[in-house]
């Protein structure tokens, strides 16, 4: 009887100590992205948007019409963007219309926080 009591509390104490590890494991989840930049960032986007707006949109509101950006479809085409302007380099097109370095760097931290990079 009695050791069937000491069998079952060591149990409980085990349960107990998952409870609180796995408790303290999704709180470190939360900081998993380095810590910097929260994620979602509704200032940052839009920021990111006027950038997208006034260099992108401009072109393709002629030239590439499926692809104009509005702050809905951002989010969805920020994969596309990345690969277009950072990795490609061939998006804004043509010698015309140039990003400052604020602006790629508004952009980069902008698409760090759509969690893509
Ligand atoms: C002077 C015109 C012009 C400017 C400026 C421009 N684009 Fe484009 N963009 C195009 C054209 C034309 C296409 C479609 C044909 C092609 O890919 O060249 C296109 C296509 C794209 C695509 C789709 C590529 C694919 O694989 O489907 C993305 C994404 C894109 N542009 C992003 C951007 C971004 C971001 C900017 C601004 C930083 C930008 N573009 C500025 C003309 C432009």
Redesign the pocket.
Known sequence: MKARFIKTSWLGVITAALIVISAFNTQTDIHKNHGELPLKDEKLKKEAFK??DT??N???RK??PF?V?NEKNISR?AK??Y???FIER?????N??Q?TNEEFIK?KKWLFTENIL
């Open positions: 950038i997208l260099k992108c401009v072109c393709h030239q590439n692809m950006f085409r596309k963007i690969q277009m302007v061939r998006m804004p097109k043509g015309e219309i990003l952009l």
